[in-house]
């Protein structure tokens, strides 16, 4: 199976700042990475896909980069709709979630 | 609009049996792939189940031989059947549209709680 890493588990951020959140595969997973944001009460929302293909309608912001084994989440200028919980999912290989970092507010 | 909906969850025993509906609109329904991802409290998210478009199904080690996933695609619907409930199931279940062709989820439901307790 796939293990995926995701690191911080919390990050205290203000806004404005600018954010990174870290994905470590176990094993190469061909850039078959994506990232969600996760409000409680809400649908999870589709940021990126292939590692760094931003979705349509998120805010440029939100990038990713990485591949084979690490990836990245950015959010350049954070904004107060962003603080939430955000999970990297392997999908080379079934369906593996990483942890979660949460985004609080410093 | 895409849209899916989740209905079934609930209070159920230990051991006991549940059944989850997922309503699906605004899109092509036979055409995709469709997932279960559950999120126990306080925890991450967990993959539980898929469906291909033509019925092909794969399962968390998890939940595999207790849960059976199914689509009726004249009905535009999605189902879990959960058997064999354990405290540990306790979690949302959210109904996740895979994207044509590739595999990520590109739309979700708001889930739908499912508490296993005595």
């Known amino acids: 199976d796939i293990q995926m890493t995701q690191s911080p588990s919390t990050l205290s951020a203000s806004v404005g700042d600018t954010v990174t959140i870290t994905c470590r595969a176990s094993q190469s997973i061909n850039n078959w990475l994506a990232w969600y944001q996760v409000k409680p009460g809400r649908a999870p929302n589709l940021l990126i896909h292939k590692a760094s293909t931003v979705e349509s309608g998120v805010p440029s912001r939100f990038s990713g980069s990485g591949s084979e084994t690490e990836f990245t989440l950015t959010i350049s200028s954070l904004q107060p709709d962003d603080f939430a919980t955000y999970y990297c999912q392997q999908y080379d290989t079934y369906w593996t979630f990483g942890q979660g970092t949460k985004v609080e507010m410093k | 609009e895409v849209q899916l909906v989740e209905s079934g969850g609930g209070l159920v025993q230990p051991g006991g049996s549940l059944r989850l509906s997922c309503a699906a609109s605004?899109?092509?329904?036979?055409?995709?792939?469709m997932n279960w991802v559950r999120q126990a409290p306080g925890k991450g998210l967990e993959w539980v189940s898929y469906?291909?478009?033509?019925?092909?199904?794969s399962y968390a080690d998890s939940v595999k031989g207790r849960f059976t996933i199914s689509r009726d695609s004249a009905k535009n619907s999605l189902y879990l059947q959960m058997n064999s409930l354990r405290d540990e199931d306790t979690a949302v279940y959210y109904c996740?549209?895979?994207?044509?062709?590739?595999?990520?989820?590109?739309?979700w439901g708001q889930g739908v709680l499912v508490t296993v307790s005595s």
């Open positions: 469906i291909s478009p033509y019925g092909t199904t």
């Open positions: 605004g899109f092509t329904f036979a055409n995709h792939g």
């Open positions: 996740a549209r895979a994207a044509l062709g590739l595999s990520f989820f590109d739309f």
